[in-house]
């Protein structure tokens, strides 16, 4: 299976701060990999598909990068409505697998 | 509007049976892959199966053997056959259509139904 990890595992960031997370996959995944943000109590939202393409609807602020098996997710000037989980997940190969997360607080 | 409706949760004793049902609007299941993710109590997410629109699956390891997933064409709605429950599948069970022109990632999620395995 390909493992995902997850860095850091939360931080704590102030808003207009830049932030980025980061995302290893054990072996390479092409671009096969999406971000999603989680707020308490709801579903997932799909943010970027294949490591840097944002999702329809989603806010020209956050960017992905990467390829193969080192990924990032940049939020430019994190705002308040932007503290929740982030988590990655490779749709490689089956099975497909998420991140830990990161969680985004409030500092 | 798209939407997906989870439903079927519930309390189960461990080494029983549950289905879960994901109805689905302004989406079609059969040409659509569809996917299950879980979430167990203050924990991330965890992948649990996919089914193709060719009617093949992938599993999780974890529930591998366990848990089918199929559909319902004329209803249009997904379901996760679960047996075999074990008190580690307590969780929240979402359903997701896969975007074939996302390279596969989640773009529509359901709001979740509640599995709790317990004595």
């Known amino acids: 299976d390909i493992q995902m990890t997850q860095s850091p595992s939360s931080l704590s960031a102030s808003v207009g701060d830049r932030v980025t997370i980061a995302c290893r996959a054990s072996?390479?995944?092409?671009?096969?990999l999406h971000w999603y943000q989680q707020k308490a109590g709801k579903a997932p939202k799909l943010l970027m598909y294949?490591?840097?393409s944002l999702q329809s609807g989603v806010p020209s602020r956050f960017s992905g990068s990467g390829s193969g098996t080192d990924f990032t997710l940049t939020i430019s000037s994190l705002q308040p409505e932007d503290f929740a989980t982030y988590y990655c997940?490779?749709?490689?190969?089956?099975?497909?697998?998420f991140g830990q997360g990161t969680k985004v607080e409030i500092k | 509007e798209v939407q997906l409706v989870e439903s079927g949760g519930g309390l189960i004793q461990p080494g029983g049976s549950l289905r879960l049902s994901c109805a689905a609007s302004?989406?079609?299941?059969?040409?659509?892959?569809m996917s299950w993710v879980r979430q167990a109590p203050g924990k991330g997410l965890e992948w649990v199966s996919v089914l193709y629109t060719a009617g093949t699956t992938d599993y999780a390891e974890s529930v591998k053997g366990r848990f089918t997933v199929s559909r319902d064409n004329p209803k249009n709605t997904l379901y996760l056959q679960m047996n075999s429950l074990r008190v580690e599948d307590t969780a929240v069970y979402y359903c997701?259509?896969?975007?074939?022109?996302?390279?596969?990632?989640?773009?529509?999620w359901g709001q979740g139904t509640t599995v709790t395995v317990s004595s």
């Open positions: 997940q490779q749709t490689f190969g089956a099975p497909w697998t």
């Open positions: 294949a490591a840097t």
């Open positions: 302004g989406l079609t299941v059969n040409t659509n892959y």
């Open positions: 072996q390479s995944i092409n671009m096969y």
């Open positions: 997701a259509r896969v975007a074939l022109g996302s390279w596969y990632g989640m773009d529509v």
